[in-house]
């Protein structure tokens, strides 16, 4: 009986051996199975990481070569209605929607490069239409490139052109300061050969040399009033503002001046950039903002401005 009782025993250890060998073979099968079932989750995030790559990369490569020119409509001079205005001949019925395809690209920042138009200027409306000419004479800040078309302001409105069509058109405003500085030299020097007396040798004596009149360059220190006026619009736009003539009809106003010194236009945006900030009743920004030129004179150019 006693021996029976043992052999009974030892038949359970096996029973429980072999039970704990079989779970360690389905364990190994499941480790195995998830082991497979991760390696396949890696690469299947391997691929659609780098399908999201692609698409990023796509979209960014569409977004930097966004061509403006395929959107460009040109106009001959017989299918606008041209109206004489101060610094150009314009359609401006040409720009009878909001539609912008300027807006949705972002403009690289100038250094404000000034131009002088030697002869007319294609421009063209917001929409793309073109809708005449700058005229020969005026000066142009340019605010922002890109893609080849430069933004700039005339007469108190955003106006774009082909940077080639400027370029072709115009001269710098280093380089007219050049000629007209070069041209007063020239009349001082004519003034002053006019006014000299003639002098008389003695055979016995050396002949009298008269130096040459020296004329010294000096960069002008003054904004013409169109300069300073562009420069402050940049600065402020720059800071963040927005230019929205609408609020013209829904806001308060206020008048304003910048003295024609070099430094003084940067100088009144940073000063309104920071009242901006502050902005009204109950601590909350303006962002936009508007202005007109109401007159100059050798000091200073006057406007009226509205800020939302």
Not at 202 to 220: C, D, N
Not at 239 to 248: L, T
Request: with cysteine.
């Amino acid at each position: 009986m006693k021996r029976k009782r043992i052999y009974a025993i030892l038949m359970v250890v096996v029973m429980v051996f072999a039970a704990g060998c079989g779970n360690t073979e389905d364990a190994n099968k499941v480790e195995t199975a998830m082991t497979e079932s991760n390696t396949s989750e890696t690469v299947e995030n391997r691929n659609s990481d780098a399908t999201d790559r692609k698409t990023v990369e796509s979209e960014s490569s569409a977004f930097e070569s966004d061509d403006i020119d395929s959107k460009i409509t040109e106009k001959d001079d017989s299918e606008l209605d041209l109206k004489d205005y101060y610094y150009s001949m314009e359609d401006r019925t040409v720009c009878n929607s909001d539609e912008n395809i300027f807006g949705s690209v972002i403009y690289n920042g100038t250094d404000f490069t000034g131009y002088v138009t030697t002869s007319k200027v294609p421009i063209y409306a917001k929409n793309g239409v073109k809708m005449g000419y700058v005229k020969e004479g005026v000066d142009i800040i340019i605010l922002g490139e890109y893609g080849g078309w430069c933004q700039f302001d005339l007469d108190g409105e955003n106006k774009y052109a082909r940077l080639s069509d400027i370029e072709e058109n115009s001269i710098t405003m280093d380089e007219r300061d050049a000629i007209a500085m070069a041209e007063e030299a020239n009349k001082q020097e004519q003034a002053s050969a006019k006014t000299e007396t003639p002098v008389e040798t003695v055979p016995s004596e050396q002949p009298v040399q008269v130096a040459p009149v020296e004329t010294e360059s000096v960069e002008s220190e003054k904004y013409t009033p169109d300069e300073a006026i562009a420069v402050f619009r940049a600065e402020m736009e720059a800071g963040g503002m927005s230019w929205n003539p609408s609020i013209k009809d829904v806001v308060s106003w206020g008048t304003g001046f910048l003295y024609l010194d070099k430094g003084y236009a940067e100088w009144a945006a940073e000063t309104n950039l920071e009242s901006a900030a502050i902005g009204g009743h109950g601590g909350n920004s303006w962002t936009e903002y508007y202005l007109e030129v109401t007159g100059s004179d050798e000091e200073c150019v006057y406007y009226t401005i509205w800020s939302d």
